[in-house]
Every structure is written in structure tokens, then in C-alpha cells.
């Protein structure tokens, strides 16, 4: 299991998301902004309409999605 949190997935915040997958942490920050903008969190907005744009144009998006990986595969396991 690796540790990433909102901030380093682009967010504003120190949320812990863990997983044994970049992939894991990418999908639980997708989940927390989500639930952020739910909630009325103003100061999430900004990265959960990021998320939406790559979700929406994936191709687009690989630059992020690889250096996620790639930060991702460079942390020590917790």
C-alpha cells in the first residue's frame, strides 16, 4: 500500500488516499472531490472540475496520468 493525498493528486487539502494501484488513489480522489463539491466545498471546486476534464478527455490527459504513476511508483510503501 502507497499513500498520496487530495494535495499531491492536485487538490487543496492533506486527505490520505491509500492504494496498492496508482490507479486506487486516482479513483479515491475522484470519490473525495466528488463528495467535496456534494458537500459545498468551495476550495475543492477547482480540482474537481480538473478531474471532470480528464475524465472527459482522457488522451488529453496522459501527461498527469503518467507522472501520477510515475510519482506513485516513487513512494515507499507505508
Keep these: 500500500m502507497k499513500t498520496m493525498t487530495c494535495r499531491q493528486l492536485g487538490g487543496p487539502c492533506d486527505l490520505a488516499h491509500r492504494g496498492e494501484t496508482a490507479d486506487d488513489v486516482i479513483n479515491a480522489q475522484d470519490q ?16 474537481r472540475d480538473a478531474m471532470k476534464g480528464r475524465w472527459r478527455r482522457p488522451k488529453q490527459s496522459l501527461g498527469w496520468y503518467f507522472a501520477t504513476k510515475k510519482q506513485f511508483a516513487e513512494l515507499p510503501e507505508d
Design 32 to 47: 473525495h472531490l466528488k463528495e467535496a463539491e456534494k458537500a459545498g466545498d468551495a476550495t475543492h471546486q477547482e480540482a
